[in-house]
């Protein structure tokens, strides 16, 4: 079982917000930031947002917010490339180790 | 341009060892810590191991500590993973990772992967 909880999938049709939820504990989230991946047709993850800041090259339709234990990645304006596997991943200090999500699938209706 | 190539993959016997490798340029290593990153087949991905190029540092989770070793070669800008005693479960494709940040880690790029297919 994953330290980091997320939606097995979400769906959405183009321009719909919707957001991406990553839930840990006090160990994980509540300490350390997040970073978020996207991964399409298992092809290499690639990187979308190290805590609220947005990776090159990603456009700012993407945003990522945290409260508490909970991380979340949200889509303003969904668009049909937006269809991918997303992780969200910190370090646990309590395993001294990296952890991820179990990773939500995205589908663009 | 960062470039991870990783290589070594392909078919082992269960109990077996395999030694992956991850050829890395376009960047100067001491900035970094490197990860190898797996994901089984249709599933999620799982942190391998990480070797931060200053200190030296090496940290593995739990369930994989004593059967794999990462390491470097400076010299031929490499990052290795050997696999020793492979199981059934460690099919998976493998990704070489670089962490600008270590901790947390901030995976900002991605080599494409290897795949090991654990089978007899």
């Known amino acids: 079982q994953s330290a980091l909880t997320q939606e097995v999938s979400v769906s959405g049709t183009v321009g719909q917000k919707v957001t991406l939820s990553c839930r840990g504990s006090s160990s994980n989230i509540g300490t350390y930031a997040v970073g978020w991946y996207q991964q399409v047709s298992h092809g290499a993850p690639k990187t979308v947002m190290f805590?609220?800041i947005l990776a090159s090259g990603i456009p700012d339709r993407f945003s990522g917010s945290t409260s508490g234990t909970t991380a979340s990645l949200t889509i303003s304006g969904l668009q049909p490339e937006d269809e991918a596997d997303y992780y969200c991943s910190t370090w646990d200090s309590r395993l001294s180790g990296v952890v991820f999500g179990g990773g939500t699938k995205l589908t663009v209706l | 341009e960062v470039q991870l190539v990783e290589s070594g993959g392909g078919l082992v016997q269960p109990g077996r060892s395999l030694r992956l490798s991850c050829a890395m340029s376009?960047?100067?290593?001491?900035?970094?810590?490197m990860h190898w990153v797996r994901q089984p087949p249709g599933k999620g991905l799982e942190w391998v191991s990480s070797l931060n190029w200053v200190s030296g540092h090496i940290l593995y989770p739990d369930s994989m500590e004593g059967r794999f070793t990462i390491s470097r070669d400076d010299a031929k800008k490499s990052l290795h993973l050997d696999m020793n005693s492979v199981r059934i479960e460690d099919t998976a494709l493998y990704f070489c990772?670089?962490?600008?940040?270590?901790?947390?880690?901030?995976?900002?790029?991605w080599g494409r992967g290897t795949l090991v297919t654990v089978s007899s």
């Open positions: 376009g960047f100067s290593f001491d900035d970094y810590t």
């Open positions: 990772v670089r962490d600008s940040s270590t901790n947390p880690p901030n995976f900002d790029y």
């Open positions: 805590g609220d």
